[in-house]
């Protein structure tokens, strides 16, 4: 293809691309499947990389990521980034109201208000219409430029292209993981043996201050934008603002309202306290801001907060309902999750049936009985949870909860291990959701990576008997897929293709997809690391997985008895027929020294002069281990810059000894 050829077809990519992309952002509408979307983004990139001058500085491929930032630039805000005045209280949004009558002089006065969105805020600086600049909050002064992983937003403008605009502005907003999203996050978190996320807005914030872009476009962050600045914007108001940037193609949540008075701030205040459960995500109140510019700058500031806004904060909601009963969910694993089946309550503003109750502990803690009266408390989670009993409602005729003994869905009686606190359901190879979830946990991103399938997908094609565990997707033909509902010729291909490029995933993917109880992704590439092959990881005894790094009793217990189960090992030898990796390409670091023998290491962080994934190697060619988490076993905690806080507080709990990469090197040194 020619350089000329190669530029039309780069600016037709770039075109549809965006054009799609408006479409669901803007519009909420979808015209392709996202495997098709993905396909068009993959075409625009190795037409760019093969003409690397033709990139366009608004390329939608930048929106995949993939630029590694050691050390963000800190960068000082334009306007700083003020906090705002909060309150809970009805009176005190009163009192403000006043303050703000005798601050503007008896001179008439109305309000915008907008929903408090639980995320992070960013400042978005464009030049020329294109996005230059993406600044954290950070103190408020200064912040830092994460513009590779803001350019991740799909729903963030790149270049604008609506004339005139500013020739340099600044749109204001909040970083944000929608419910939805959040939920797959912790669902994936689970699925691969990992801990799952506190909370949407702690999770967004980490993701936003990730290394590798990449992986930030994965997380799927969204942004609200709500406040325009720069000069020559030609706007009187915050109401016109807004207009503006909506008009200019930004992402503006349609909650706000203009108010006349204090008292229409109080009406919309009461109507989305009750409505906010509806969002697509966390709101934990609103903002109030006088509407005029002009105003806004009369008014001024303190030297922390400005006195034209104030933020009011809902409070936690929590109420009681009757326990109607228990059921009881199984997971991929085999373990039961029981589930409480309320009387609809309202509760932040969305009728609640169900409550999660962990496990059978959790049940006798609380001594549930069927008919209690019970509190149900809905904070940042997703799925509520029953916090207590009110005694003063228990009759003295019900009984405690008994536990089940057997699986609601197929009948197995239930095992339950020394140490644990779930009740598992032993029949793997028999249970549906079992095998169902076996089959979406081996296509998961983290595993084979076949995104041209789904949950959805996986149910048709096992309640029609053409799916009862991974290797028979090898099997799958064109006209069994065509026998799916909503599926095409293209659809069809498009899925096995997904199936075929699946062959060549890493064998450490392989080991975590076939779904070995405890083996999340860590400790699969740790034996994949350590035994090469699956024949060898067959083979291996008790006493030969306790010696590979990370494996302790229980996961070297569960991977012996996984190999001993007949109906795994002829799965194992199908998936290997079908063309899977069953042995590890990686190479050990050559052993240089023992100076780090017997001690183990864990890396977070930026190292201005390594990669981490160097220093992981430096560890072993010396003798050391890498461990995946801080815990008491750790002797040191190799600390960057941009540690995550949790885990240097733990450390310092568990009294791990905190080394610098200076000290590390003095290490190597002897």
């Not at 949950?455 to 565990?469: A, H, P, R, Y």
């Not at 099997?475 to 062959?503: C, F, P, Q, T, Y």
């Amino acid at each position: 293809m020619s350089a000329i050829e190669a530029k039309k077809e780069i600016q037709e990519l770039v075109d549809q691309i965006n054009h799609y992309n408006e479409l669901y952002y803007q519009k909420n509408k979808s015209e392709i499947s996202d495997y098709e979307f993905d396909q068009l983004l993959k075409k625009l990139d190795d037409l760019e990389n093969e003409f690397p001058e033709l990139k366009q500085p608004d390329s939608p491929t930048q929106r995949v990521g993939g630029t590694i930032t050691k050390e963000f630039e800190n960068v000082v805000h334009q306007y700083p980034m003020l906090s705002l005045g909060n309150t809970y209280s009805k009176e005190e949004l009163e009192e403000f109201d006043v303050r703000v009558a005798k601050g503007l002089e008896g001179e008439p006065y109305d309000y915008f208000c907008e929903l408090k969105f639980d995320g992070v805020s960013i400042s978005l600086v464009y030049e020329n219409g294109i996005l230059i600049k993406a600044i954290t909050r950070g103190d408020g002064v200064r912040g830092d430029n994460v513009i590779a992983n803001a350019k991740t937003i799909r729903s963030l403008p790149l270049k604008i292209k609506l004339e005139p605009i500013p020739s340099r502005f600044e749109v204001r907003g909040e970083v944000f993981l929608s419910k939805e999203v959040f939920k797959k996050l912790n669902q994936e978190q689970e699925d691969i043996g990992e801990e799952t996320y506190a909370n949407a807005r702690n999770t967004a914030s980490g993701t936003l201050k990730m290394q590798d872009s990449a992986e930030v476009a994965k997380r799927k962050l969204d942004c609200y934008l709500y406040y325009l600045l720069g000069e020559e914007l030609n706007v009187s108001s915050h109401e016109e603002a807004i207009q503006k940037i909506e008009q200019w193609g930004f992402n503006v949540s349609p909650t706000y309202q203009k108010c006349k008075n204090i008292q229409e701030v109080m009406d919309y205040i009461v109507h989305w306290e009750k409505k906010r459960g509806e969002l697509p995500l966390e709101t934990d109140g609103v903002v109030i801001k006088v509407n005029s510019l002009d105003q806004q700058q009369r008014l001024g500031a303190t030297a922390k907060v400005p006195r034209w806004a104030i933020s009011f904060k809902y409070k936690a909601e929590s109420t009681s309902t009757r326990l109607n009963g228990i059921t009881y969910q199984v997971g991929r694993t085999g373990a039961v999750t029981p589930v409480a089946e309320l009387e609809p309550v309202q509760l932040a503003g969305t009728t609640v049936k169900r409550a999660s109750l962990h496990n059978a502990n959790e049940i006798t803690r609380l001594d549930l009985r069927i008919g209690d009266s019970v509190f149900v408390e809905k904070g940042g989670e997703i799925i509520p949870k029953v916090t207590g009993v009110d005694l003063t409602q228990r009759k003295d005729t019900t009984a405690s909860v008994v536990y089940i003994s057997e699986c609601p869905e197929c009948g197995t009686p239930l095992i339950r291990k020394e140490g644990e606190a779930n009740h598992y359901c032993p029949n793997d190879s028999g249970c549906p959701p079992q095998i169902k979830g076996r089959i979406e946990h081996f296509i998961q991103r983290k595993a084979m990576d076949i995104d041209s399938l789904g949950e959805q997908t996986i149910k048709q094609l096992f309640d029609l008997g053409l799916v009862n565990s991974p290797a028979d997707l090898y099997d799958l033909k064109k006209e069994d897929l065509l026998r799916l509902e909503k599926v095409k010729d293209k659809s069809a291909e498009n899925m096995l293709a997904g199936i075929e490029a699946s062959k060549s995933t890493r064998f450490q993917s392989v080991l975590f997809a076939i779904g070995i109880r405890f083996v999340g992704k860590t400790v699969a590439e740790k034996l994949a690391y350590y035994f090469k092959s699956m024949d060898k990881l067959a083979a291996a005894s008790v006493e030969e997985l306790l010696k590979a790094p990370e494996v302790g009793e229980k996961i070297a217990q569960s991977v012996v008895q996984f190999f001993n189960q007949p109906h795994h090992v002829n799965e194992i030898a199908r998936l290997k027929k079908a063309g899977l990796q069953m042995e590890s390409t990686s190479v050990e670091p050559e052993l240089i020294s023992q100076r780090l023998e017997g001690k183990s290491f864990v890396i977070s962080g930026t190292f201005e002069n390594y990669e981490r994934d160097q220093l992981k190697e430096m560890v072993l060619a010396n003798g050391g281990r890498i461990l995946s988490g801080v815990s008491a076993k750790l002797d040191y905690l190799l600390a960057g810059e941009n540690m995550g806080p949790a885990k240097l507080e733990k450390a310092r709990k568990l009294g791990v000894t905190l080394i610098t990469i200076g000290d590390f090197e003095k290490m190597l040194i002897g």
